[in-house]
């Protein structure tokens, strides 16, 4: 490299101007002529004295290979600067004489990166300790005041403390100078701000990562507003604690901007005679996005929750897109169906070192498809059609960017969308495109320098990074350096003379001249350094061929629909119909599509075999059984998070709906016991619980798939123990209610609410006036009153029930089931005559003291008295044996078996009001069913089908094949981990710090994996 | 099996059980006594109808019961059986087919079973029964002491003898249940009781039976650092690793620290240290210890132990136990598995591995019994235990090993197989009536008799049924 005598930055070229003057002057007319909008440049700024001064911002970047934009490069092109803007980009130009002029050859220049999700971090971890206010703005329903556990939120501002859209970035941008030269040396130039705590977290801001006051940084301010399903910085006993909380929150939140804007606007229309609306910070905020004048950007932090967002930025009229949770390779189709823009983190899950090799079996395969895939996810996103911009965010070395970037584009994403990803896509997406994201005529003059082959070999360095016109030199690397430069580095030092001052003075990495005899080593001592690197270089680029290949298989691979022919015929087989058919022997059963054509014996002459359609599936069923889909009325299995939103005593607005976990293996384990529809309830932790969501368990499926749409809503209600707390310890006695009579008490309270609610809506409709606030809680609640949601009621004693009866009767509302209702033998009378179902255990009791009294003929006693009977699991490995449990009513109390099968087949249909629907093989149901090796009361039985909607989700015969499947690929996946550890030589692993566990981060999925949740326990 | 019995000399001495309570039910009374004089059952039903009134002052102390389905268990089952028993004492299996004559004292009770199922009665192993009555009712639990090193802890003095669960365990054919001392490192000693008895005393039949040992958890905690509530607390996994041998090592040192101790005794120190004194017949090798541990690293750890060492170990829990199947099998290790009914806990296991796995451990040779866990609420539902046999025989175990470790292995592993287990001459009186298959979830357990004793088939749960089922319909 040719070195200016003059110069002391040994990296900074400058080259004297040897054009001529008049053909300048011409080039300056003529610029002047066609942009008259660039004049006047305004003149530097001068400083006071005793400042440095500013330099001069006139360059001419010569020689380097120009990146336009991605596709567009020019080689040895010139790039003029004037001012902090690109005055010309071009090849042959000549730069005018007051440039300072760059010689650039063999550097190749991008146009400045931006980091579109930039979050800086809190500067104190944890906020100090609040003391009890008297007056906050905050939810009233955690206990009578001064004892209340949610402390509430100081001064004005929304109801929920974690919902902050009032914050903005671009007010608290103070960023330290050591984070900003961090993502310099990346070649980051520009980054969108962005608030990190919260659940609505306020806007974010475009700033330009250069060492000046904010006031310049700040490109634009309020850029977007954030939002995240962030359950990591939750309060325990605040409100929203569970995922389906932080989703209501939202959703409440939104539909309260809202109101907020109808309501000002009718007092500013009449401000006499009502009462003054109040002043919210936090919805004034909400406003601009709420009228999609600003986007929302979610977080989901889940594979399945984008699937939530997009149904939740459509359901809200939102202007919307992502950021990945580098989860989107386990349902690629969601991510297609949200159709927007993803920003995407490079965070990837790094290998771990387990301190013994048997250590190695709690290693999930999950897990372990989760790193494999975590650099492909990037390429997938690409592959469904999407935008995509990428971050650093979430790296807890932001240094490992560059080493991951690579690595996805390894794995097949295309470096010019790697580019597009650093420049024009989050310059579009940040609505900068005007400003940033080329080199092009008038833009801002953010360039990114890189030497050797460019940004997307990792070895080469970013050399250099323009901000606004400025040059930001990155720290170089010692490392890197030839001794020879070093040498001459010092050299040069010592020879120092005045020269231009440029802000990259503070260069840390400089070496000072008494260090030249530690530089100045022996040959063979750099010999053996050279053989250690070309060893080190060796082992990476073997690393690096290990991890390029993937191994992991897609989750969705053999999973979901095993058969589904237009046709399926089964002869010969005891059919248990559930209907008024009853059991039939030797009986065939017709399946059309997805419904139950024909179920008829041989021997029944008046019916002639009907026709079968072509292709259709024929079996011989003898010897077997043959069972309607198994129901379970009461399940909490297939929900994502929490399974209780456990803070408030009325929760009304959370729903499961929001929540459902599509990609649990449990859906697989409780097909493989016959079950094909299961209730899932919100747990009883509060006496008005959520919203419930029944689904059938079509494997494979979306989360939305996975629903039974036709089924009515429903609520869960709470009653004992749990929502009085009892068992939650000594410390949490302040919640009303604590007693049963309490429990009464609030229930009232809610329904006179919303009646009242009810009453205040209609009462607008009909004649006007200002607009009642959407309430999600009351809505709900109005809609029991109005006979469209269903209440399913966990209880147990008997007081209770009948308490819940009575006070519902008042209302004129008729209770759909009492759940768990393991006294209801004492009141069975009483619950017949209301008309609520019972859906109880077989035989569970005494795991507390309101069970002491359960007894196993529960079940048996109210069926005889006239109750609508089920027995339910509660439990996701008891749902796997539903059909052994309706074996124990035979046993207990009698109950004949085939009215004993119905406990888990038609009778819960009937509780859910789907058994137009299921329960029971008639024609014209859904073809729900499950094939059985003997009677499904028979401890001997084994499932070997499970059928909806006509295909075949279970097959025995199929099991050992893809469990062999599942076993060969972690195999191949532990095979591939070790071979990478053994590369790295069980150094502790280069590339992983000992803290970072995040390999081990379970993915909300499959949080619950081999767990039983049930809301026997209080805490669920 | 002969058709004949040798009445003389088969009492053995069981002045160690002492009579329960004979707890006479309404039905008991009602059934009619039949007593005959060298009965044949060709002349039965004649000379049934013949004596049908008859009054005996004869003792009662004989009881032939009859025309049973006789699950012997240690042999074949006899479709018409007919036992024998004396003194609570079983003294006579008889095959009903065989024309050898059955002989029986003059003054026996006929007791007809009506062709229903005759079973020696189920053991529970490593139970809280009796330990823990309300799961949520701190009061009623006496289950878990504190500290990591307690063998002087002894289930058995802390049984409640009128908790409710018991009857209605015994009411599906669990007769005795081995309470274990929960928690810790060395748990405590546990003992055999009958379900059955008017006081803890009475109830014990044989102490301590094991001593329990809860494997310290291999298992690594690999919550992410900022997951952490208080990130003081996180520990990487290398620490992870070091702690976890520091704790096998205490626990390796404290067993050997028992045998210097007993060595010591026997060469005649008298300092009674009560903790060591307790681990005496550990450390002699009278007792087992039984090993609680699911995953397969303690597993295989405690059985390198034992070897290594020479412990006589009985794996209770066992999760995992079916990957290390040929191991346990070469060191006749029996396990107590205790998840049959456990979800898959690995992501790419089978969704039945844990209702195969009995089958695959007794095929490499290993001996299963059943549990059905530990806990207050597994006490509850103590009652299920035949059930997670039975789920084990629909995914392939023979139906005789489950039986089989349901009664005589379990009695077997905790050394009363001489008098328990299985329905043999010599063998304590200790057997159900069922209505059918007992692994069937639709029959019912009708008669129960424990050490010859009927016993009522009462509990909480037949009261309550019997009450409300009363309760006057609405008009």
């Not at chain 1, 995407?344 to 090799?357: A, D």
């Not at chain 1, 890189?450 to 016109?469: H, L």
Request: some cysteine; charged content about 25%; aromatic content about 8%.
């Amino acid at each position: 490299m040719p070195r200016c005598p003059l110069h002391n930055e040994p990296e900074l070229i400058t080259k004297p101007t040897q054009f001529n003057r008049g053909f300048l002057l011409g080039i300056f007319a003529l610029l002047l002529l066609v942009c008259p909008c660039l004049l006047p440049a305004a003149p530097a700024e001068l400083l006071p004295s005793g400042f440095r001064p500013v330099p001069p911002g006139v360059h001419a970047l010569v020689g380097a290979t120009v990146v336009v934009k991605p596709g567009e490069v020019l080689d040895s092109a010139t790039i003029l600067i004037r001012d902090g803007y690109i005055e010309k980009v071009g090849k042959n130009l000549t730069p005018p004489p007051d440039a300072r002029v760059w010689d650039m050859k063999g550097l190749t220049i991008y146009a400045g990166f931006i980091d579109p999700y930039l979050t800086l971090g809190a500067k104190s971890k944890s906020a100090p300790a609040k003391k009890q206010l008297d007056l906050t703005a905050g939810v009233k329903f955690l206990g009578v005041n001064p004892q209340e556990r949610d402390a509430g939120t100081e001064g004005p501002g929304y109801e929920v403390a974690r919902i902050t859209p009032e914050r903005r970035a671009a007010q608290t941008f103070s960023p330290d100078a050591k984070s900003l030269a961090q993502l310099r040396e990346l070649g980051f130039t520009a980054a969108n701000v962005t608030p990190e705590k919260g659940i609505i977290r306020g806007t974010s801001a475009l700033v330009a990562l250069s060492d000046v006051e904010p006031n310049r940084a700040i490109i634009k301010p309020d850029v977007f507003q954030h939002i995240a399903f962030d359950l990591e910085n939750r309060k325990e006993d605040v409100y929203p604690e569970s995922l389906m909380g932080v989703v209501a929150v939202v959703r409440q939140s939104f539909f309260d901007a809202q109101h907020y804007i109808l309501d000002q606007a009718d007092f500013h229309k009449r401000p006499f005679g009502r009462a003054r609306p109040e002043f919210n910070p936090g919805l004034e905020a909400l406003i601009p996005a709420t009228e999609k004048k600003m986007t929302v950007v979610f977080e989901p932090r889940d594979a399945l929750l984008v699937d939530r967002a997009t149904r939740m930025a459509h359901e809200l009229n939102l202007d919307y897109f992502m950021v990945s949770s580098g989860q989107e390779w386990r349902r690629p189709d969601l991510a297609k169906a949200a159709a927007v823009p993803f920003i995407v983190p490079l965070n990837f899950p790094v290998l771990p070192k387990m301190p013994q090799p048997d250590d190695w079996q709690q290693v999930t395969l999950d897990q372990l498809r989760a790193w494999d895939w975590a650099p492909e996810n990037p390429a997938v996103l690409r592959k469904q059609g999407l935008e995509i911009a990428v971050t650093t965010y979430g790296l807890t070395d932001k240094k490992d960017f560059r080493k991951n970037l690579r690595l996805a584009v390894d794995r097949g994403l295309a470096e010019n969308d790697a580019l597009a990803a650093l420049t024009t896509v989050p310059a579009r997406l940040c609505g900068a495109e005007n400003m940033l994201g080329t080199i092009e005529f008038g833009k801002q003059a953010n360039l990114t320098v890189v030497e050797g082959k460019g940004y997307f070999d990792p070895e080469a360095k970013v050399q250099s990074v323009w901000i606004d016109g400025r040059f930001y030199r990155i720290p170089s690397d010692e490392e890197k350096e030839s001794k020879e430069e070093k040498v001459a580095k010092v050299e040069e030092k010592k020879e120092a003379v005045a020269k231009p001052v440029t802000p990259e003075e503070g260069d840390p990495n400089r070496v000072k001249p008494e260090e030249k005899g530690k530089v100045t080593t022996t040959a063979k001592e750099e010999k053996s350094k050279e053989d250690k690197k070309q060893a080190e270089k060796e082992q990476k680029l073997a690393k690096m061929k290990v991890l390029q290949q993937r191994v992991a298989h897609s989750p969705l691979e053999g999973r979901g629909v095993l058969a589904s022919p237009p046709g399926v015929l089964i002869r010969n087989a005891t059919v248990w119909t559930c209907g008024p058919t009853g059991r039939l022997e030797n009986a065939n059963l017709l399946i059309i599509s997805n419904k139950i054509a024909a179920v008829w014996q041989e021997k029944d002459a008046s019916k002639t075999s009907p026709r079968i359609p072509a292709g259709s599936l024929e079996m011989d069923g003898t010897g077997l059984n043959i069972t309607p889909g198994l129901i379970d009325c009461h399940s909490h299995s297939m929900i994502l998070g929490d399974v209780n939103e456990s803070t408030l005593t009325s929760t009304a607005m959370v729903r499961i709906g929001d929540v459902v976990n599509s990609e649990t293996p449990n859906i697989y384990d409780q097909l493989a016991g016959g079950l094909t529809v299961a209730n899932l309830l919100h747990g009883s932790a509060n006496p008005i619980g959520g919203q419930n969501c029944v689904v059938k368990l079509r494997d494979g499926e979306t989360p939305q798939g996975l629903k039974f749409i036709e089924a009515p809503q429903g609520i869960k209600f709470a009653l004992g123990e749990n929502v009085k707390q009892s068992n939650w310890g000594d410390k949490i006695v302040t919640r009303f209610p604590q007693t049963r009579m309490g429990v009464q008490t609030f229930f009232a309270n809610r329904f006179i609410a919303a009646r009242q609610y009810l009453k205040t809506w209609a009462d607008f409709k009909k004649s006007g006036g200002p607009p009642p606030r959407r309430d999600l809680e009351l809505e709900a609640i109005g809609e029991i009153l109005d006979g469209t949601r269903l209440i399913h009621c966990h209880s147990y004693r008997q007081d209770e029930i009948l308490m819940l009866i009575r006070l519902m009767e008042q209302f004129n509302v008729k209770i759909g089931t009492f759940q768990h209702v393991l006294e209801g033998y004492k009141v069975a009378d009483e619950i017949a005559q209301h008309g609520a179902g019972g859906s109880t255990f077989a035989d569970w009791w005494a795991y507390k003291f309101e069970v002491y009294d359960a007894i196993p003929q529960n079940g048996s006693l109210m069926r005889d008295r006239g109750v609508l009977v089920s027995f339910n699991s509660d439990s996701d490995d008891l749902a796997r044996r539903l059909y052994l449990e309706a074996a124990k009513a035979v046993k207990y109390g009698g109950t004949p078996e085939e009215e004993a099968l119905k406990f888990v087949t038609l009778n819960p249909a009937k509780q859910l009001h789907i058994d137009h629907r299921v329960g029971s093989l008639e024609p014209g149901k859904d073809a729900d069913f499950a094939i059985w090796s003997k009677s499904p009361l028979d401890f001997q039985t084994v499932c070997q089908q499970t059928w909806i909607d006509g295909k075949k989700y279970f097959d025995l015969s199929l099991a050992p094949a893809r469990t062999a499947a599942l076993a060969r690929e972690r195999d191949d996946l532990l095979a591939k981990a070790k071979k990478l550890n053994a590369l790295s030589n069980g150094d502790g692993g280069s590339d992983s710090s000992s803290d970072d566990n995040s390999f081990f981060n379970l993915s909300l999925e499959h949080q619950y994996d081999g767990h039983i949740r049930h809301c026997r326990d209080d805490e669920e | 099996m002969t058709g004949t019995s040798v009445i003389a000399g088969m009492m053995k001495n069981n002045s160690n059980i002492d009579r329960a309570p004979c707890l006479s039910s309404a039905s008991h009374l009602a059934r009619p006594k039949v007593i005959a004089r060298r009965l044949s059952p060709l002349f039965g039903l004649f000379l049934l109808l013949f004596l049908f009134t008859a009054v005996t002052t004869a003792s009662a102390e004989s009881v032939l019961l009859q025309h049973a389905i006789v699950h012997t268990v240690s042999g074949e089952t006899l479709p018409h059986g007919s036992v024998l028993i004396q003194s609570g004492k079983i003294v006579g299996v008889f095959d009903e087919t065989q024309p050898t004559r059955i002989t029986y004292p003059a003054d026996a009770t006929l007791v007809d079973l009506q062709g229903q199922h005759l079973y020696p009665g189920i053991i529970a192993l490593n139970s809280a029964l009796g330990l823990g009555e309300i799961d949520a009712v701190r009061a009623t639990q006496d289950t878990t002491e504190v500290g990591d090193y307690r063998p002087d802890v002894q289930s058995w003095i802390a049984v409640n003898p009128d908790s409710e669960l018991i009857p209605v365990t015994r009411a599906n054919g669990i007769t005795h249940a081995e309470p274990a001392p929960q928690g810790g490192v060395v748990g405590g000693l546990s003992a055999l009781i009958a379900l059955d008895g008017w006081t803890t005393e009475q109830m014990t039949i044989k102490h301590p039976v094991a001593l329990h040992l809860y494997w310290p958890s291999m298992e690594l905690n690999t919550t992410p650092k900022e997951k952490f509530k208080d990130e003081s607390k996180y520990k990487s996994l290398e620490d992870q690793a070091k702690e976890r041998k520091a704790k096998f090592k205490a626990l390796d040192d404290f067993f050997l620290e028992a045998r210097a101790y007993a060595r010591a005794r026997t060469a005649g120190n008298s300092d009674i240290n009560p903790p060591w004194e307790a681990m005496l017949p550990v450390a002699r090798g009278q007792i087992p210890i039984m090993v609680h541990a699911h995953d397969v690293r303690e597993i295989k750890a405690a059985v390198k132990w034992a070897q290594t060492n020479d412990y006589k170990i009985i794996l209770a829990g066992g999760r995992d136990a079916w990957q290390v199947a040929d191991l346990l099998a070469a060191r006749q290790i029996p396990v107590i598995y205790e998840s049959t009914w456990t979800l898959p806990q690995h992501d790419h296991e089978a969704y039945d591995v844990h209702f195969r796995a009995p089958e695959l451990l007794r095929k490499a040779g290993v001996k299963v019994v059943f549990g059905n866990g530990s806990g207050s609420f597994d006490a509850a539902m103590a009652k299920n235990l035949p059930y997670a046999a039975a789920q084990a025989v629909a995914f392939g175990l023979p139906e005789s090993e489950a039986l089989k470790g349901l009664t005589l292995y379990p009695a077997q592993l905790l050394g009363v197989a001489d008098r328990l287990g299985s329905i043999e001459p010599g063998k304590e009186a200790t057997f159900f009536v069922a209505d059918g298959d007992i692994l069937d979830l639709r029959v019912n357990v009708k008669r129960m008799w424990i050490a010859g004793h009927e016993v009522s088939l009462e509990s909480r749960h037949t009261r309550l049924y019997e009450k409300y089922k009363n309760r006057p319909r609405p008009k």
